[in-house]
């Protein structure tokens, strides 16, 4: 297995998961042309994709799911809240509603979807499995759960947000609301956040993390590091998706 992200931070969110058989996108948040490109960088195009699976509505993650799919005939699988939160009827589009708590496959993938608690409409991250390699994306969620720990425990790579840092996000730009909905119990998860997850987890078997949606005017690399550094059982297991380049491939092995 391998993974990608095509961009990751509040201007638009997307990832890639290839197994031998089997290439799934999650979220779009960028328009068509801006996809394409970004999916040509990686080496590939829209026609590779079997499946776009959502993690919720919000437009750093939609903007370009519905487009995307309908013009290249791509299958789109989300939660019933999700679709039903869009109020509106899409034409030429292949919806699959999943139920948040059943896994499901897509190829030689096996798809666990995780409800997570976020400021959305029955929201969901996902835990990937295929010949034996486990693979989790966990963003956009206000804190973690007991359940959400035990999904993620003992993957090969994982995708984590580390959005804000506190001291950043209390002495910053935002209005007082956008930094009470950021900080939240149902908005994203500091790096000190971060770093208590990391702990509560089974690291046997991970080889590396990246990391994702941080935010540009709350949070730096450098206080990433420091915040989770003594939180890692491996050693130098860092990588980062920046918004406008993503990541390269990154490979997974057992």
């Known amino acids: 297995m391998r993974f990608a992200s095509l961009g990751s931070g509040s201007k638009g969110n997307s990832t890639l998961i290839e197994t031998q058989d089997t290439c799934v996108m999650?979220?779009?948040?960028?328009?068509?042309?801006?996809?394409c490109r970004r999916l040509l960088a990686l080496g590939k195009t829209p026609e590779d994709l079997s499946a776009i699976l959502v993690t919720h509505e919000h437009s750093d993650h939609w903007k370009g799911v519905v487009p995307l799919a309908r013009k290249f005939s791509i299958p789109i699988f989300?939660?019933?809240g999700c679709l039903k939160s869009r109020d509106r009827v899409y034409e030429g589009v292949n919806f699959n509603i999943i139920d948040s708590h059943i896994p499901f496959a897509i190829g030689d993938l096996q798809v666990t979807p995780v409800p997570v608690p976020h400021d959305a409409r029955e929201p969901v991250q996902y835990v990937f499995d295929a010949h034996g390699i486990k693979f989790g994306i966990l963003t956009d969620i206000g804190h973690s759960t007991?359940?959400?720990?035990?999904?993620?425990?003992?993957c090969h790579g994982l995708l984590l947000e580390a959005n804000y840092d506190q001291d950043m996000l209390d002495s910053g730009p935002?209005?007082?609301?956008?930094?009470e909905r950021v900080g939240g119990k149902f908005g994203h998860l500091s790096n000190d956040q971060l770093s208590a997850f990391l702990?509560?987890?089974d690291q046997g078997n991970l080889k590396v993390i990246l990391i994702g949606h941080i935010s540009e005017k709350n949070n730096h690399i450098d206080k990433v590091?420091?915040?989770i550094a003594d939180s890692l059982l491996a050693r130098d297991p860092l990588e980062y998706a920046s918004q406008e380049a993503g990541s390269p491939w990154i490979e997974l092995n057992g």
């Open 26 to 35: 999650v979220d779009c948040g960028f328009g068509i042309r801006d996809v």
């Open 78 to 80: 989300l939660t019933a």
């Open 146 to 154: 007991p359940f959400v720990e035990g999904q993620y425990s003992n």
């Open 174 to 179: 935002y209005p007082s609301f956008l930094k």
């Open 199 to 201: 702990l509560k987890i």
């Open 225 to 227: 590091k420091l915040a």
